[in-house]
């Protein structure tokens, strides 16, 4: 495999992570989705330490995978915020299926990383005197 062969697979495992934990499944009728997260968060205690597992792991292989310090922070703020407002009983249940932090946290990444992709390209189709510049 090579290094893009390699991320493709880690933001397929990402992704997987990040719908299961906020959008297993859909209410019918509605576009409200419901994840492990959200069952989770119901457990006092326990169970908002159980959902941020899978976030922490995500930010962790963020940064192997090369996201910027600023991607990296904006993608903890969103993690704190759902922990924060989670351990509110009642509210933070109803948050945490409008917020859906673990996918807003995986589009961040794939942002950042298709935009990193796209500049290293076009890095490499410039003439070899403008890259030494």
Do not use: H
Not at 39 to 59: H, K, Q, W
């Amino acid at each position: 495999m090579n290094i893009e062969q390699d991320i493709d697979y880690e933001l397929k495992k990402l992704r997987v992570i990040a719908w299961r934990m906020d959008a297993l499944f859909y209410i019918p009728g509605t576009n409200i989705s419901v994840g492990l997260d959200n069952f989770f968060g119901l457990i006092p205690i326990v169970g908002d330490t159980m959902a941020v597992a899978p976030s922490v792991y995500m930010i962790y292989k963020a940064k192997q995978l090369g996201a910027t310090p600023g991607a990296l922070a904006y993608m903890i703020s969103n993690t704190v915020v759902d922990l924060l407002i989670d351990s509110i009983p009642i509210i933070g249940d109803v948050f945490d299926v409008v917020y859906n932090s673990n996918i807003r946290n995986y589009r961040a990444l794939e942002r950042k990383l298709n935009k990193q992709a796209a500049q290293a390209y076009e890095v490499t189709r410039q003439p070899k005197c403008l890259q030494m510049a």
